[in-house]
């Protein structure tokens, strides 16, 4: 069994972004059983989540595009913890509300999962990166050096599936965020950089990157892939011409055959 949570805020149309996920749920639904929790910030604390001691950046912007608060990173890695607290199943997927799922990362995603619940691997992040794994559909890259003390810098945080026995304790992430906040407010800026607090030396990690967006404005239609992926590299650089290191990004898209 699987504890599927939201967290974050409520962006765009819902009812568009549900008609997506339940593409995902479907799969998954052939080789588990899962549970659906809705852990958003409009009801953090109605279902028993504690206090956030990062959240101090004001409210969500995404409809303006100002997606980044304060120490959004660390209050986002504080959620996930708690929601770890208050489940029950021993493993988890950290969903977002923006999420958008193709084909292709649905199959990434499936195959991943069940090498968790196989126990072949501990925790994974699911992503796609527009400067290094341009237009990659499955790219598996490890998140830590095992047996050193040596974690990647940066993780993908669109998806995140664990064991929760595989993961750090809650007081150890707690305590390693609150000395990284202390030693430099920015450090807690970003997801990329907050989420890898979970897993430590020994948690066998992995980085996915695959063709999975995020939702960046509000559709009344249900809109093509292609739509979605353009929507979403914009919101990184409004035209290639005016941001030199999104132009390969842009040539893969408009490439691209789209189905």
Request: proline share 2%; aromatic share 14%; with cysteine.
């Amino acid at each position: 069994m699987i504890d599927i949570v939201y967290t974050g805020d409520i962006r765009f149309n819902q009812e568009i972004a549900r008609k997506n996920h339940n593409l995902f749920f479907d799969e998954l639904s052939k080789i588990t059983k899962f549970e659906v929790h809705q852990f958003t910030n409009d009801v953090i604390k109605q279902v028993g989540f504690r206090g956030c001691p990062f959240d101090t950046g004001g409210k969500d912007k995404a409809n303006v595009g100002d997606y980044r608060r304060g120490q959004g990173g660390g209050v986002q890695t504080f959620q996930l913890i708690e929601a770890m607290r208050i489940t029950k199943n021993p493993f988890l997927i950290k969903m977002r509300t923006d999420n958008w799922f193709t084909k292709s990362s649905i199959d990434v995603l499936i195959k991943e999962i069940q090498n968790i619940l196989n126990g072949k691997q501990d925790v994974s992040y699911f992503g796609s990166n527009w400067l290094y794994y341009i237009g990659v559909e499955d790219k598996k890259v490890l998140a830590n050096d095992r047996g050193n003390l040596k974690v990647l810098k940066r993780v993908e945080d669109f998806i995140i599936v664990l064991n929760k026995s595989k993961t750090k304790s809650y007081d150890t992430v707690l305590s390693d965020l609150l000395e990284s906040g202390k030693q430099k407010y920015n450090n807690l800026r970003s997801g990329n950089k907050c989420f890898r607090n979970i897993i430590d030396k020994d948690t066998l990690a992995y980085n996915h990157y695959c063709q999975m967006y995020l939702i960046r404005k509000h559709y009344d239609n249900y809109p093509t892939d292609q739509q979605v992926c353009f929507d979403y590299l914009k919101s990184y650089g409004n035209e290639k011409s005016k941001d030199e290191k999104m132009i390969p990004a842009w040539n893969w898209y408009e490439n691209k055959i789209w189905q």
